[in-house]
C-alpha cells in the first residue's frame, strides 16, 4: 500500500507506517498545484494530510486513491461530496487534539482576563505600568458559556471547574439530563448562552447548519464587555458582526482562526480582524507535541486496519443507514461460486444490493450471506436461490 502524506508528520511515526511494510512519500510542503502533480505521479493509495485542502479535481485526477485521512478533527478541507461519489473513505482523527484546543482557549481566556501580551508588549518597550494592568476582574465565579459540547467541549468544562467558574453550555446533541451529568447549566439555544455568559468559547464542527452561525443576532445578546473566543473554525462566526460588537459593546475576542489566514505556514495575513481589543494565535489549537503524536498513533491506527481488514476507523463519509428495506439470509456451505448464483437472481429481480456480509462459522465449512436489498423479491425468486446450489441450506427475508 503507497501512501502519500502531504503536511508535517512526526518523523518517528513515518518510520512507523514503513516498518508495517507501507510504501511512503512524505512531502510536507505540497499545496494545490504540486499537490496534484504528486497525487498523479505517485499514485498513491492512501493520503494523509493535516491542513492541505484536498479538492474535487484532485480527488477525480487520483484514480488510484481509495483513502483519504485528515490528521485532524475537522475535515472541512476536504471535498468529501467528490470522495463520495468515486467511492473513496474520508476518515478522520477526533478527539486526539482535545486537550491541547482547549488549553489555548482558557490561555486566551486568562490571557483575556489579566491582559497579558500587552503586558508582555510594554515590557518588552520597556514601559513599566502596573496600574492600567492590576484591575483584571478575575475569573473565579463568573459564568463561562460554552457552545459546542463535543470532546473539546467537554475538555473546557473541566479545566472551568477547576477555575471555580459556572458553566452555561448548549449543544445540538446535549440534553438537561447529561448537562447534569456534566455539572453544567442547560441552555435551550446559542443565544441563551450569549445572554447569561460573561465569556463564550466556542467549539463546533464547521457543517452547513454552522456556518455562520454566531451572527450579528447572537453578539446582540451578549454582556457588555464580555469575551468572546473561537478556536474551531473562523466560517461559523460572522466577523463584521463581531467586529462591530467589538465597538460597540466593548467585547474582547481571543481567536485561533481567522478568514484570511494564509495558505502557507507563513506569510503575509491580510484578515479584517485587526484590532486592540483582540488578542489572536496562529491558528495553533491542535499544535502540541502531545496532541501531534496522538493524532499521528489514530492515522496508524486507521492506516493498519484499512490495510489488514479493508475497515476504515472514523470513516465520515458511509451512509448510516441504507435505502433497504429487506434482509436476505442465506445459510451455505463455503464453496467457491454459491454467493455469484445468488446475485445473479437478486440482479435479474431488479434488485439493488445495499449491503453485503458473508460470515465465516468455526471450521471454515459453514456459512451466512446477510445481504440487505432495496426491494422483496418475490416467492419464485426465493425458490430460485434456493436450488441454485446443492450447498445452500435454507433461505430467509425479512423486513428490515
Given at each position: 500500500m503507497k501512501v502519500l502524506v502531504a503536511d508535517k508528520f512526526p518523523e518517528n511515526r513515518l518510520a512507523d507506517m514503513k516498518r508495517a511494510g507501507y510504501e511512503v512519500v512524505y512531502d510536507e510542503g505540497l499545496k494545490e498545484d504540486s499537490l496534484s502533480a504528486a497525487l498523479k505521479k505517485e499514485k498513491p493509495d492512501v493520503i494523509v494530510v493535516r491542513s492541505t485542502e484536498v479538492t474535487g479535481e484532485m480527488i477525480v485526477k487520483a484514480p488510484s486513491l481509495s483513502l483519504i485521512i485528515r490528521a485532524g478533527s475537522g475535515y472541512n478541507t476536504i471535498d468529501v461530496k467528490t470522495a463520495s461519489e468515486r467511492s473513496i473513505y474520508v476518515a478522520n482523527c477526533p478527539g486526539k487534539n482535545a486537550v491541547a484546543v482547549a488549553e489555548l482557549a482558557f490561555g486566551l481566556l486568562l490571557s483575556l482576563d489579566r491582559r497579558i501580551p500587552d503586558n508582555v508588549i510594554d515590557l518588552r518597550a520597556g514601559k513599566w505600568?502596573?496600574?492600567?494592568?492590576?484591575?483584571a476582574e478575575g475569573i473565579a465565579g463568573k459564568t463561562l458559556g460554552i457552545i459546542g459540547v463535543g470532546r473539546i467541549g467537554r475538555e473546557v468544562i473541566s479545566r472551568a471547574r477547576a477555575f471555580g467558574m459556572k458553566v452555561t453550555a448548549w449543544s445540538r446533541s446535549l440534553t438537561p439530563e447529561t448537562a447534569g451529568e456534566l455539572g453544567v447549566r442547560y441552555a435551550k439555544d446559542p443565544g441563551e448562552v450569549a445572554s447569561e455568559a460573561d465569556a463564550v468559547s466556542v467549539h463546533l464542527a464547521l457543517t452547513n447548519d454552522t456556518r455562520g452561525m454566531i451572527d450579528?443576532?447572537?453578539?446582540?445578546?451578549?454582556?457588555?464587555?464580555?469575551?468572546?473566543?473561537?478556536?474551531?473554525?473562523?466560517?461559523?462566526?460572522?466577523?463584521?458582526?463581531?467586529?462591530?460588537?467589538?465597538?460597540e459593546k466593548g467585547i474582547r475576542a481571543g481567536l485561533d482562526v481567522f478568514s484570511g489566514e494564509p495558505a502557507s505556514k507563513t506569510g503575509e495575513f491580510s484578515g479584517k480582524i485587526k484590532n486592540k481589543r483582540v488578542y489572536?494565535?496562529?491558528?495553533?489549537?491542535?499544535?502540541?507535541?502531545?496532541?501531534?503524536?496522538?493524532?499521528?498513533?489514530?492515522?496508524?491506527?486507521?492506516?493498519?486496519?484499512?490495510?489488514?481488514?479493508?475497515?476504515?476507523?472514523?470513516?465520515?463519509?458511509?451512509?448510516?443507514?441504507?435505502?433497504?428495506?429487506?434482509?436476505?439470509?442465506v445459510h451455505h456451505k463455503n464453496r467457491v461460486g454459491v454467493l455469484a448464483g445468488v446475485l445473479d437472481i437478486i440482479r435479474e429481480a431488479n434488485i439493488n444490493v445495499e449491503l453485503m456480509e458473508n460470515i465465516i462459522f468455526a471450521g471454515g465449512d459453514g456459512a451466512c450471506a446477510r445481504i440487505q436489498i432495496d426491494g422483496k423479491l418475490e416467492e419464485q425468486d426465493m425458490e430460485k436461490i434456493e436450488k441454485s446450489s446443492a450447498e445452500i441450506t435454507s433461505v430467509s427475508q425479512v423486513s428490515i
Open positions: 505600568n502596573k496600574k492600567e494592568y492590576s484591575m450579528k443576532k447572537f453578539f446582540t445578546r451578549m454582556k457588555m464587555g464580555a469575551f468572546f473566543i473561537n478556536t474551531s473554525r473562523a466560517e461559523i462566526v460572522d466577523e463584521d458582526a463581531l467586529l462591530q460588537a467589538i465597538e489572536g494565535t496562529h491558528h495553533i489549537g491542535a499544535s502540541t507535541e502531545q496532541a501531534q503524536n496522538a493524532v499521528a498513533e489514530e492515522t496508524i491506527r486507521i492506516l493498519r486496519e484499512y490495510a489488514e481488514t479493508g475497515h476504515v476507523y472514523n470513516c465520515v463519509n458511509i451512509m448510516e443507514k441504507t435505502p433497504a428495506s429487506y434482509m436476505l439470509s
